[in-house]
């Protein structure tokens, strides 16, 4: 069982339904290089300082979260979760934005990064106890509240509006993936010292054109910590299901 399963079933035990589904396949990523371009492996490979200099223990093409598992995140930071950008290489770099948009409301939206922002600007994300969103130290200047502390992350540029959880792009398409910390490789992003890449943080890659694009998912990098995720609710009436069978089971078993 992964790092992150393993936290998710304890966390799901202790009362909160935190999922992540083990039996879906991974989500195509295309590793080939083009047109200049690093693959997201090459990226992963590159901001990785020790203990293998250039060798990530992530492998691109199969380490990411389920796709039913990376679409809605909660902080577990007290005081928030700082999100830094590795790498944006797109065509439309310069006017992507990407923020956070509220589980129950994809209308609810707080943006984290703009599109003249590129590698190593930073964006400190807070979830007040009165729902309110705090981005850097100040309340968002849309005055957008979220019902909870539940978001999902959203990439907005000139090739569509795009969301972590599938089911709300066109066609469902999977325009994100997002890969866990592995608590091995030492990593520098941003111009940053060093630090552990550890299993509370996540890089998130994503793919900027409609219908998952060219499935290359670098276009825009970011690395989020203090987060875990949270299942959507598809997932949760899924498994709300399976307990209510299991819970059938049993009584028939006692019978």
Request: no cysteine; aromatic share 10%; hydrophobic share 45%.
């Amino acid at each position: 069982m992964s790092k992150v399963n393993k936290k998710l079933a304890g966390i799901a035990a202790a009362g909160l339904l935190v999922v992540s589904p083990v039996w879906a396949a991974p989500t195509f990523v295309d590793l080939t290089e083009s047109n200049g371009e690093d693959s997201l492996q090459t990226i992963f490979n590159n901001f990785t300082t020790a203990p293998n200099a250039g060798l990530s223990s992530v492998d691109a093409a199969n380490d990411m979260l389920d796709d039913a598992g990376d679409s809605y995140w909660s902080i577990t930071g007290a005081g928030g979760s700082v999100s830094t950008m590795i790498i944006e290489i797109a065509g439309y770099a310069g006017n992507n934005a990407i923020g956070v948009y509220d589980r129950s409301n994809e209308l609810s939206r707080v943006e984290l990064f703009s599109g003249p922002q590129g590698a190593g600007a930073q964006s400190l994300l807070s979830i007040k106890a009165d729902g309110s969103v705090w981005i850097n130290g100040s309340d968002n200047l849309a005055g957008i509240d979220f019902a909870a502390n539940a978001f999902g992350f959203y990439l907005d540029g000139p090739g569509g509006l795009f969301f972590s959880d599938s089911d709300l792009n066109l066609n469902g398409a999977d325009q994100m993936v997002a890969y866990q910390g592995t608590d091995t490789d030492m990593i520098a992003v941003g111009g940053n010292i060093a630090g552990l890449w550890t299993d509370n943080e996540f890089v998130l890659a994503w793919e900027d054109v409609k219908n998952s694009g060219d499935q290359d998912y670098n276009d825009l990098v970011f690395i989020i910590e203090s987060v875990i995720p949270v299942p959507a609710p598809a997932t949760l009436a899924l498994l709300g299901l399976g307990l209510i069978g299991l819970g059938f089971r049993a009584r028939r078993k006692a019978a």
